[in-house]
């Protein structure tokens, strides 16, 4: 049924009750009644309204938009893939794209590139109650990236629980230096 069918049958349904409740004298429907279903009238009751959605969540306040940055990172990369296994660390510094003579990163080229071309990788905005994340389970790695890019302060988590968390994971792959990922 459309939603103009929504709104026809509540306005008839409102017509039969008006004429059924004056002791059974017929009532003449106003103007706001009679408004055919493409303009809406003025004292429409909120239940007719079926096109609501959900407000868009407030921005992360460090949240980097997407796009290409200036390529300029310090950070501390620590990746778990499992509990039985140790965590191992990297630093990753990178000016203008490439890396710093600093960086102890086994992909520092690929992970310079990536957050140049993409900052926001590294900033996700937080998840929303009302998100729907598939039921897929990549395993149990988790990483922690902290820092800084492009004067943003980064600290991020990641893991594979679902596939949002699949999702994240990949998109930051490179700069997590994750061999046997998803």
Known sequence: MTQAGVRTFGLVVVLTLCACTAGGESTTPTTSETTSSSSRPATETPWTDVETTA?????????????????????????????????????????EGAPTKESQHPLAVQACEILKNNPAVLTPPPRRKDEVCTLQYGGPATAVVTGIVDNVPVDVSFNLRDGCGISQWNAARSILASAGTL
């Open 55 to 95: 407000p868009a969540p407030a921005p992360h306040p460090s949240f980097l938009p997407p796009g290409p940055g200036a390529g300029k990172a310090e950070l501390a990369i620590m990746v778990k893939p499992s509990d039985s296994e140790p965590a191992v660390s990297y630093t990753l510094t990178c000016q």
